[in-house]
C-alpha cells in the first residue's frame, strides 16, 4: 500500500478497499479492514523515515478509519459479542432499556467463554514449550553422544539393533508357522 501512496497520495477509499481486497487474498488472512487500516498506519509510523509522507498519508488514512470505525462499530470483537455490544448499543439509544440486563448478562457468558478458552491454550502453549525445549536439549545430547562415540562403540549398537531386528523377525515367523 505505502506503494500506491507514492504513486497516488490521493487514494480514494474504493482504492484503498482495493488494496486491502488483494491483500487479504493473497495472504489467506482474516483480518478486518478497520484492523488493517489501523496496523498500516501502526507500520507507517515505526517503519517509514519519511515524515512528510508520512503524516501526510496518516492524515489521509484517518478519516477513512474513523468513518469505518463509525459505520461498523465493534468490527475487531468476536460476532458473538459484537452483536450482543450492538444490541445493548440500540436498545440504550431507542430508550429500550428492559432488554439490556439480558443481553449484559449473555456478554458476561461470552467473555468468561473466551478466557476460559484463552486460559486453556497458554497452558497448552506452556507445556509445548517446556516439551520444545526437553527436545532440543535430548538432540544436542544425541549429537554429542553421537560425536564422541567410537566406531567400535557404534558398531556394538547397530550390530545389537540388527541383532534384536533378527530376533523379532524370526519370532514373527514362528508365530506365523503355528498359526
Partial sequence: ???????????????????????????????????????????????????????????????????EKKEKPYSNVDEQERRLLLAIDQAIRNDETSSVPNNLHDLSLSIQKTQCELKQTKKINRWSISISVVSVVLSIISMFLGYFSSQSDVDRISSGIVKQLLEQKINIIEKDNVQ
Fill in 1 to 67: 500500500m505505502i506503494n500506491a501512496f507514492r504513486q497516488n497520495p490521493r487514494l480514494d477509499n474504493e482504492e484503498i478497499f482495493l488494496i486491502y481486497n488483494d491483500f487479504a487474498q493473497r495472504t489467506s488472512k482474516r483480518i478486518s479492514y478497520e484492523k488493517y487500516l489501523e496496523s498500516f498506519i501502526i507500520y507507517l509510523r515505526s517503519k517509514v523515515n519519511d515524515y512528510s509522507f508520512v503524516n501526510s498519508t496518516i492524515e489521509h488514512v484517518k478519516p477513512i478509519l474513523n468513518k
